[in-house]
Structures are given as structure tokens and as C-alpha cells.
């Protein structure tokens, strides 16, 4: 198989998971990233499965690389890099560490967190304390 072939095999796949995962979901909530210390951009969805589980869902993701980001939902309406939501005690709950800086990826939510309390999706990377992007989130 020469590499186009395999290029062409992965976005078959990646197009058949995408499908996969929509027919076995609802969307729940939805936003768009702007860069902070960093460019970035995407779409951040989280959507509620067919059994129960709340998924993340970055689509058409691009961000800088850098050591140690994290993917965190956090209990503010939105994360401007003068309003860093760090220093400021905001509630977060921790999805994990980025997957890649490009592309679209999914990361389970833990299971009793109360979406009525965070609101936005933050890419932050721990080693220098800096937000790269957020995400504020809307109802479907």
C-alpha cells in the first residue's frame, strides 16, 4: 500500500467513526475556540450518548503544539488570557492531556459532571500556565 493509499485508508476510517459516533449521539452543547496565548480553532461539542456517557468532541481542531496541555472543562463563561480562570479559583474538571494539536478527537467526560456548571471548554498547558484557547459553550 504506497502512502496515498493509506492517507485515503485513514480519512475513510476517520469519516466512518465520525458517522458512527453522530448516529449514536445527541448534541448537547456547542462552541467555537478563539486563540489566547496561542491560535486556535475548532469546534467543541459535547454530546450525550446512547448510553448516557458524555463525550467531548473537537472537530476541525488546530493548535499550537506545546508540552503538557490539557484538554479542562471549567465553571466560567467564557477565559480571556487577561482573565485567566487559574488564577482565579475556577471550578474545572480535567478531560486529559491533548491528543493532538490538529484534527478531531473525543475525550469521555466524567460521569455526574453537572454541565449546568461549566460552560466552556479550555486547551491549557500546565507547564507554563497558559491558556492556548477556549471554547465558550451554547445549547443545541
Not at 16 to 27: D, G, H, M, N, R
Not at 109 to 116: E, H, K, N, R
Amino acid at each position: 500500500m504506497n502512502r496515498l493509499q493509506k492517507l485515503t485508508s485513514i480519512a475513510v476510517l476517520s469519516l466512518a467513526a465520525t458517522a458512527a459516533f453522530a448516529q449514536s449521539s445527541t448534541p448537547v452543547q456547542t462552541g467555537v475556540f478563539h486563540g489566547q496565548v496561542h491560535s486556535t480553532s475548532g469546534r467543541a461539542s459535547i454530546y450525550n450518548g446512547s448510553d448516557g456517557k458524555l463525550t467531548l468532541r473537537l472537530t476541525n481542531f488546530k493548535t499550537s503544539n506545546g508540552p503538557d496541555v490539557h484538554v479542562l472543562l471549567i465553571a466560567a463563561n467564557d477565559a480571556r488570557d487577561n482573565d485567566n480562570f487559574l488564577k482565579n479559583n475556577v471550578e474545572r474538571v480535567e478531560l486529559g492531556k491533548l491528543k493532538g494539536n490538529e484534527g478531531d478527537q473525543n475525550y469521555d467526560i466524567p460521569a455526574g459532571t453537572d454541565l449546568s456548571k461549566f460552560h466552556t471548554v479550555a486547551i491549557y498547558c500546565e507547564r507554563f500556565n497558559a491558556n492556548f484557547g477556549t471554547a465558550p459553550l451554547e445549547k443545541f
